[in-house]
C-alpha cells in the first residue's frame, strides 16, 4: 500500500484555502463562463461533443455538471434499432400501456401497438417556441412499482439485455443504474416535452434511438429567497418572472447520447416528418458533487431538487452524527466546532492528517456516496480530506442550510427539515401555491431593493 504524505501548499491548495468564504459573500460561478464550451462562446450553446472519452474524463465531466454529447454511443447496443415501428410490431411489447406527457389535458393511455404515430394532442404550451404536440411516454422502469395494462417484468429484464455500458462509466453500477431506470420516449412532428426540470439527484443520459431531436437546457436559476414550492414544474419555466433563457441549444441525431447534470431545466422538440424514439437513464456513479457543491446557494434554496438536500448533509458530515433534522448553524459557529477535530481522527485510521478513499470505505459509513462526499470535500481534487478541507466543506453546507431555514417564514420552517415531509411534491397544492407565490414576492423586494441601491 502506497503511504500518503501530508498535502504540501501548492498554488491549487492555497486557491482553494483562498476561495473558503463565509457563505455571506460567497459568489456562485457566473453561468456562462462555467458552462461555455470554449473561451468567449455566446450561449445558446451547442453541446461538446466527447467522443473516446477515458473514464477519468467522464467522471470529472459528470462531477462538475456539464452537459456534453457522445456520438455513435450505441453503436454495439441490440437496441439501436429500436425506432417507432419496432415498437408498434414486436409481439411482446406493443401490448404495453404508454400515456401522453406534457399535454394540456389529462394524460391519454395508448398500446405500442395502436395507431398512435399521427396523434397531434395538444401540449397547451403558451410559449411560441415551445413544443405544441404532446409526446408519449412508456416508463417501463415503473414496473417494479406498480401495474399497468400489458406490463411485465420481462420487459425490463430485456431492456437492460439491449443495452450496453460504455466503457468510459463504471461497468456494475451503471449497470445496475440503467437496468432500474429506463423510459421511452416517442413522437411525431413536432411533438416535445414542455420546459420542465425533473426532481432526479443524479445526472441523466438521454440516446437517440431515431429521428432528429432539439434539446434546450436552462440551469435551475440563482434564487434571492428560499422556495417550498416548485417553480420550474412542467411549462412553468415560461411563466416565471426569471424567464426561460436556454443556455444550451443541441440537436441529436440517432446514435447520440447527451449528458446532462441534474437542477438542468429542460425542453425537447422533434424535428422532421420522422417519428422519433429515445431512452433515457439516471445513473449513481458518479454524482455531480463539485456542481453541487458550486452551485449549493441555489440547490438549497430550491425545492425542486430537495430530494439531494439529506444526501449532501451526508456528504458534508462524512458520517459525523448530530443535527439530524439538518437544521444547519452559522458558518463561523460550525467551522469552529469541536466535534469535527474528534471526527476526523476517527476517520484517519493512519493518522496522517489526511482521510482516503480507502479510509471511509473501511469505516462502510457512507456506501455507494464515499466517492462523492469526497469529492464534495476536496477542493484540491488531490483525493484526499484534509482537516481544513472537511471544516470548510461541513461549515458552507451548514452555514447555507442555516440561511435557507431562517429566511423562510417561521410557520413553514419545520418543511425545512428532515422528517417533516417525506416529498415537498406531497404538500397540499394551495400551501404549495401560496409558498411560491410568497417566495417570489420576497425575490421581487429584495431585487428592488438591491436596484434602487445601486
Not at 430530494?307 to 459525523?320: D, F, N, P, T, Y
Request: negative net charge; contains cysteine; charged residues 25%.
Amino acid at each position: 500500500m502506497c503511504a500518503k504524505t501530508m498535502k504540501p501548499l501548492t498554488l491549487l491548495s492555497m486557491l482553494a484555502l483562498a476561495a473558503s468564504v463565509d457563505p455571506e459573500t460567497y459568489t456562485e460561478p457566473e453561468e456562462i463562463a462555467y458552462w461555455a464550451p470554449l473561451e468567449g462562446a455566446l450561449p445558446p450553446f451547442d453541446a461538446p461533443r466527447r467522443p473516446g472519452l477515458s473514464r477519468e474524463q467522464f467522471d470529472s465531466l459528470i462531477l462538475d455538471g456539464q452537459v456534453f454529447v457522445v456520438p455513435g454511443l450505441s453503436d454495439d447496443w441490440p437496441m439501436k434499432t429500436w425506432d417507432c415501428d419496432f415498437f408498434k410490431n414486436d409481439p411482446e411489447f406493443k401490448n404495453a400501456a404508454m400515456n401522453h406527457q406534457y399535454a394540456a389535458n389529462s394524460a391519454k393511455d395508448a398500446r405500442l401497438g395502436d395507431d398512435w404515430q399521427s396523434d397531434q394532442t395538444s401540449s397547451g404550451a403558451k410559449n411560441e417556441s415551445a413544443p405544441q404536440i404532446a409526446p408519449f411516454y412508456w416508463g417501463i422502469k415503473d414496473v417494479q412499482y406498480e401495474k399497468r395494462p400489458g406490463w411485465k417484468k420481462a420487459m425490463l429484464k430485456r431492456v437492460a439485455k439491449n443495452f450496453r455500458v460504455p466503457n468510459f462509466m463504471h461497468p456494475t453500477a451503471t449497470a445496475g443504474s440503467f437496468g432500474r431506470t429506463p423510459e421511452f420516449w416517442f413522437g411525431t412532428g413536432s411533438a416535445g416535452a414542455k420546459a420542465h426540470m425533473d426532481s432526479h439527484v443524479q445526472a441523466t443520459l438521454s440516446l437517440q434511438l431515431a429521428g432528429t431531436k432539439r434539446w434546450r437546457l436552462m440551469p435551475l436559476q440563482k434564487r434571492r429567497a428560499p422556495f417550498l414550492g416548485m417553480i420550474y414544474s412542467d411549462g412553468q419555466p415560461y411563466e416565471n418572472p426569471e424567464g426561460w433563457k436556454p443556455l444550451f441549444d443541441i440537436t441529436l441525431k440517432p446514435g447520440d447520447g447527451l449528458f446532462f447534470p441534474p437542477g438542468m431545466v429542460h425542453e425537447t422538440k422533434n424535428i422532421g416528418d420522422e417519428c422519433t424514439s429515445s431512452v433515457t437513464f439516471q445513473f449513481d456513479s458518479p454524482f455531480a458533487a463539485h456542481f453541487y457543491k458550486k452551485f449549493f446557494p441555489r440547490v438549497r434554496q430550491t425545492a425542486d431538487i430537495h430530494e439531494v438536500w439529506i444526501i449532501i448533509r451526508e456528504w458534508a458530515r462524512l458520517g459525523m452524527k448530530g443535527d439530524e433534522r439538518g437544521k444547519g448553524a452559522p458558518y463561523a459557529e460550525a467551522r469552529q466546532a469541536k466535534e469535527l477535530v474528534d471526527h476526523f481522527q476517527k476517520l484517519d485510521a493512519d493518522q496522517d492528517g489526511l482521510v482516503s478513499l480507502a479510509e471511509l470505505r473501511g469505516l462502510g459509513i457512507l456506501g455507494s456516496h464515499t466517492g462523492d462526499a469526497v469529492a464534495w470535500h476536496d477542493e484540491d481534487r488531490d483525493g484526499f480530506v484534509s482537516l481544513d478541507e472537511f471544516r470548510e466543506g461541513f461549515a458552507f453546507w451548514s452555514g447555507i442550510t442555516h440561511q435557507a431555514v431562517r429566511r423562510t417564514k417561521k410557520e413553514w420552517r419545520k418543511f425545512q427539515l428532515h422528517g417533516t415531509i417525506e416529498n415537498l411534491e406531497d404538500l397540499p397544492p394551495q400551501l404549495a401555491k401560496e409558498m411560491r407565490e410568497s417566495s417570489l414576492a420576497e425575490e421581487a423586494r429584495i431585487l428592488s431593493q438591491s436596484r434602487a441601491e445601486l
